[in-house]
């Protein structure tokens, strides 16, 4: 990122960067619980045992914490294109307000209608109604992950837009502009990578209960489910979904692949480095520990294959901060291959009904959760930094795109209020989360005491 | 197409206003109606279940307006840059303090929440009117399609144009006063409303064991006898509320200041409908409840749904904008949806009766 501290495009960045990170950390897990809480009520449905119930009751109460987080952190989302970034609105807002308008009227509604009748619901509507509720919220979240990833990749990718008289974009066709095919790539990888996150928080939870000694039945099917779905998930998303993101981003972002991996010269059998530090001033990564030939195989296919190099494109069409963008990208992957090894040991240990009295895998599962969450985050840093210098890449630049009515100290402003707003608002998410944890999933709890009352019905 | 785009866009800034304005409305006297946490707690219940329901309308709203006007978000959300800030802090606290506040029975917490959902409610209703000041006052665009201007000033009658103006804060506190005003009267219509809603608890339970003794001629004596009772008690509440609307006002309001006389003297005028109003809401319950004794409870929620959206939303439109009546045309609106609403239960309930006796003599 450009860090000159005068440029009014650097503070709207760091803005929407800070936001939208914090926003993501909710999401991530809606979207990964999701899945859980279909499968145990299936599995409730099917057994008719009361401890899949308990785990779905305890779950969507998480769940319901999350998605009022992610809600009410996701409308300044929406906002900051008009407000920080109006010329990018001027210029596309007839393409992407397309799909972050479905995602309201559509995904959104689905979702925010079905929570509550996942969490307050399950008496009123009996278990098989309950289950398709599961299933609608499930469908919501992943819903509005594909609009949201739709936006993002006709920012990576543009397709299916055309120029209008006044050179602002639209809409050409619909459905090319919904099928792209980044969308479809970087949905499955990020669907993948929330699933993750959710596994180790399954898995964390029943690591913590074990530990203590509390909830036994339960820990048990939180340790069952979080490792098991936790290896399938890690190694989905390395393969196929991580490969196959890396092969389009060589396919249409090569100089983008090239920053990603440090590659200043290009050339055949190029490889990957392992460790290695990138030099801007000298053009080179210092100190690399490459696997010769790895690169030109994983995004071309074959070991010959040429990998282009940056020193094959102009500097301004570089992603304008690559020391970020390559750590970002490389620590992402470490992460994810520890993820692997991690729960692959764990899901052995489980398999051999041995989980329980390890405890040093137990604490390792306990303390595991926040990682995910942090290469989540990484693996949109790699996605954006690599996007630079381009708002909607070859198209428009970022820096035609931010508001130019907005001064510096406006924006600084309402970034100061944002970082104040959000530690209030993680205080009481981690205070309010903390409880329910706590409180466990085997304990009744009280009756929700608000209800629609037949005054509020009647009158309007 | 553009003209077709435009009505939608405005339907759901209309649906969204009177749906939140009603919160906020509530939200303002919140602390000066309620006194106990209990009635506090009630207040938050009628807005709570709901509050995210309307809140869609305005995300839906602003996800239209950037796919189909996106010239016009760029302009006016960089425009009013601090004051779209400010209101969306306000969403967000107001959201928080409806989530988090009801999560742990505790006073000191509870009471906290309600001072945040207070402040934040107060300052929305000011700022949305200060926006729609603004916007009734047109902004300086440029030749790029931009526009800056300071977000407050001097507050002379000819000083600096400004966001926050002498102009604009005055349209922003009529609309603070009007929102207020509504929150109050929908406040004692509720409680107008508990006898209706005694004699449809008992209409119902006498028609639905009626129905058990298969005797439809008691029914319908018991229909008319209940319909004659609510309509009675919603006449003399309704009379009670005329007369003493000003003193009920007052009551409400507790303390007397400038903005409180404001109030007083358009909560009075809309007390005049809330009367007709009342007496309709009251049979419409009545006969909501003696059909749902009669198992016809689908039939009640899309006959209501359809009045109060159809009839009443659009009548609304019409009577406070096309008409130009304003407040008193959204009162208008509303009435005219509880008296439709009667009608076709009633009608509904008349036609029902012989096809009961068949079905009654069949078995």
Request: glycine share 10%; aromatic share 14%.
């Amino acid at each position: 990122m450009n860090s000159n501290l005068s440029d009014p495009a650097f503070w709207s960045r760091f803005q929407f960067a800070f936001t939208i990170v914090y926003h993501y950390l909710f999401p991530q897990l809606t979207m990964g619980l999701g899945g859980f809480l279909v499968y145990w009520k299936w599995r409730a449905l099917r057994s008719g045992d009361e401890k899949y119930n308990q785990a779905v009751r305890f779950w969507a109460k998480i769940f319901g914490l999350n998605f009022a987080v992610g809600v009410v952190t996701g409308i300044p989302m929406e906002f900051q294109f008009g407000t920080n970034w109006s010329e990018f609105s001027r210029h596309a807002g007839g393409v992407i307000g397309q799909t972050l308008a479905m995602e309201g009227m559509f995904a959104f509604f689905l979702e925010s209608a079905f929570v509550g009748a996942l969490i307050w619901g399950e008496k009123r509507l009996g278990p098989r109604y309950h289950f398709l509720a599961a299933i609608a919220v499930a469908v919501g979240s992943w819903l509005s992950g594909y609009f949201i990833l739709v936006t993002n990749a006709f920012m990576q990718h543009p397709v299916g837009y055309q120029v209008g008289g006044d050179g602002s974009l639209g809409i050409a066709s619909l459905s090319t502009y919904l099928l792209n095919p980044w969308a479809w790539i970087q949905f499955a990888h990020n669907q993948m990578a929330a699933l993750v996150t959710g596994s180790f928080v399954v898995a964390a939870v029943g690591a913590f209960y074990a530990l203590r000694g509390l909830h036994s039945t339960q820990a048990k099917l939180y340790l069952r489910a979080g490792t098991f779905a936790g290896l399938i998930a890690s190694f989905l998303v390395a393969f196929p979904t991580g490969d196959q993101q890396a092969k389009i981003v060589g396919r249409h972002q090569a100089v983008t692949l090239a920053a990603m991996e440090g590659k200043f010269k290009g050339g055949p059998m190029a490889g990957v480095a392992m460790i290695g530090q990138p030099n801007i001033a000298a053009k080179r990564l210092d100190n690399p520990i490459e696997v010769p030939g790895a690169l030109s195989f994983l995004a071309y296919g074959t070991f010959e294959s040429y990998v282009h190099g940056l020193d094959e494109y102009p500097e301004d069409t570089w992603p304008d901060n690559i020391e970020l963008l390559y750590y970002s990208f490389h620590l992402m992957i470490t992460l994810g291959s520890i993820f692997i090894a991690l729960m692959a040991v764990a899901t052995f240990q489980s398999w051999r009904g041995r989980l329980q009295s390890s405890n040093w895998l137990l604490w390792i599962l306990m303390l595991a959760f926040p990682f995910p969450y942090i290469a989540n985050t990484l693996g949109w840093m790699t996605a954006e930094l690599g996007r630079q210098p381009w708002l909607i890449y070859g198209l428009f630049r970022t820096s035609e795109g931010y508001s130019k009515v907005v001064s510096n100290g406006d924006t600084i402003f309402t970034l100061i209020g944002f970082i104040g707003l959000y530690f209030v608002l993680g205080l009481l998410f981690l205070y309010l989360t903390g409880r329910e944890i706590a409180h466990g999933p085997e304990k009744e709890t009280d009756e929700p005491q608000t209800t629609v009352s037949t005054l509020g019905e009647v009158t309007l | 197409m553009i003209t077709f785009w435009y009505c939608v866009v405005s339907f759901m800034l209309i649906v969204y206003i009177v749906l939140d304005g009603r919160n906020f409305g509530a939200g303002i006297i919140h602390w000066l109606v309620a006194k106990t946490p209990e009635e506090r707690r009630q207040v938050i219940a009628a807005i709570g279940p709901l509050w995210s329901w309307h809140e869609v309308w305005l995300v839906g709203f602003g996800g239209t307006v950037f796919a189909v006007f996106p010239k016009l978000l760029a302009s006016a959300f960089a425009g009013y840059y601090l004051a779209l800030f400010l209101i969306l802090w306000c969403l967000i606290l107001r959201g928080i303090s409806l989530e988090v506040g009801g999560h742990i029975n505790d006073r000191m917490w509870q009471g906290f929440w309600d001072f945040v959902f207070v402040i934040a409610n107060t300052l929305l209703a000011i700022l949305f009117g200060a926006a729609a000041g603004n916007m009734a006052r047109g902004v300086p665009l440029a030749s790029d399609g931009t526009f800056s201007m300071a977000f407050f000033t001097d507050f002379t009658p000819r000083g600096y144009v400004g966001l926050l103006d002498w102009y604009t804060v005055s349209v922003a506190l009529f609309a603070a006063v009007a929102l207020a005003a509504h929150g109050i009267v929908m406040l004692w219509l509720n409680i107008a409303l508990m006898v209706p809603i005694g004699i449809s608890q008992a209409a119902m339970a006498r028609v639905a064991s009626l129905l058990g003794q298969r005797d439809v001629d008691a029914m319908r004596h018991a229909v008319l006898i209940s319909l004659v009772a609510g309509g009675v008690a919603s006449i003399a509440v309704g009379a009670l509320l005329v007369l003493g609307s000003d003193s009920l006002v007052r009551l409400t309001l507790w303390s007397r200041s400038a903005t409180g006389d404001e109030v007083v003297e358009t909560a009075c005028g809309f007390f005049r409908f809330c009367a007709v109003t009342q007496l309709f809401s009251g049979l419409v319950i009545v006969m909501a409840s003696i059909l749902r004794g009669l198992r016809d409870a689908n039939a009640v929620l899309w006959l209501v749904m359809l009045c109060y959206w159809g009839v009443g939303l659009g009548g609304a439109v019409l009577f406070a904008f096309v008409l130009g009546l304003g407040g008193t045309g959204i009162w208008l609106g509303i009435t005219l949806a509880f008296a439709f609403a009667v009608v076709l239960l009633a009608v509904r309930f008349w036609r029902a009766i012989p096809r009961l006796r068949t079905s009654l003599a069949a078995e």
